[in-house]
Structures are given as structure tokens and as C-alpha cells.
């Protein structure tokens, strides 16, 4: 795939979500585009990361990994918009790795989460180069963030955590309210608490895991025909 004409800096494919004891237990089935896809990253973290290659001259082009302990939950999204920003980014259809999903996590842990993402977004936005592509709009990237972090909060059994976090998003962006990903995330919040048919072991595993619906959705579903990027 690098070897194409479009020449991506980066290449990803899909992942399988496996339980401790390697049971699949589902695909993650996030939209997966490629070419320019700043806005679609800027939106939602679609891209696992075991099945990430990067370009090595990109990767030292862009700076590489940022050492910060504060990122070490985003330090690979914060790379990815880096990189989206500069350069295209190719897909491959097929599951490229496989991802553990289990009680101790590190998405388990909404607390060290809510840092890492909202780091993430202030590093991302001081790129100088993400921060052009971005102007007017940083604030939409920041509610989609807060989204992020709501889900978050919301599959580790922090309900009134997940809905504070839904409110930030529409105070920070209003048109949030007419994003399918923001809806999706208050009706989870509101919704049953868990799955009725699972165990509890295995209710974590369904939150955290691949049970979201694919939805056809631009990274830019929130925003008016005015603030569309070009």
C-alpha cells in the first residue's frame, strides 16, 4: 500500500476485539477511510493502533512520538493527527491484529483516560500545522474529544460522569446535538446500564468492545454547511 501513487504516510487496518482467554468477541467496526482523513481522526479515534505502519521518513518528518506521560493514553492519536495533517493515509480490508480486551486496560481507567485525552487535544492543537487546518474550528475538535471522553466514562460505569461530559460537548460546539455520534452516546448513557444476557465479566467486555454499529457519518455530521471544511 506505500508503494501507491498517493504515497500515504501511514497505513492501518482493522482490528479483532479477543477476551482474556483469546475468544473473539468481535470486529471493530468504526468507519475506516483513507486519503485525507484530518477530520474524520479530528472526530473519532478509528485507527487501532497494534495495526498502525508508518512511513519512517514521515514518522521523523513529523517528530515521532511526543514523550509526555500525560499523553501515554493518547500519545498515538496525537501522532496519527500529526501525520493525517500532513500527508495522506491508506487502508488495508482485513484484520491486521488482534486486541485484548480486559478489566485492567487502560481505558478502564476513566480517571487516567479523561487526562490522556484532553492532553491530547491541547498537544495536538499546538502543532502548527494542525493548528492552521483547524482554525475557527478547534472548539469542534475539543466537543469531539469530550464525546470521546463521555463513552468512555459511560463503558466504565460512570453514568453521571459520561453525561457531564455530553453537556461540555454541547456547550463547547452546540451543533453536537445533531451528530449520529453524539445522539449514539446519550442514548447509551440513558439507556440499560448493561447487557441483561452477559455476566458481569463479560458486561465490560461488551462496553469496551465492538458492539457500536457501523454508522455512515463525515467527521464534519455536526457542523453547518457554512463551518465544512474544504
Known sequence: RFERADRPALVYSRGRNV????????????????????????????????????????????????????????????????????????FIERVGTCIRVHERNMSADPSYMERAMLAGVRHALADPVIAERARGRERWIQASMYVTIALNAYANRRRGRSWLWLARALATWPPQAFDARFCGAAARARGPADHPALPRHRQQLWRLSGHRRRRKTGPDASLGPEDRPD
Open 19 to 90: 477476551d482474556p482467554a483469546d475468544r473473539v468477541i468481535g470486529e471493530r467496526r468504526l468507519s475506516c477511510p483513507q486519503g485525507d482523513v484530518f477530520w474524520h481522526l479530528a472526530r473519532e479515534a478509528f485507527m487501532p493502533m497494534s495495526t498502525v505502519a508508518v512511513r519512517a521518513d514521515a514518522f521523523r518528518a513529523s517528530g515521532g512520538f511526543v514523550e509526555d506521560r500525560d499523553l501515554s493514553g493518547t500519545a498515538d492519536w496525537e501522532l496519527w493527527m500529526r501525520l493525517a495533517a500532513r500527508w495522506p493515509v491508506g
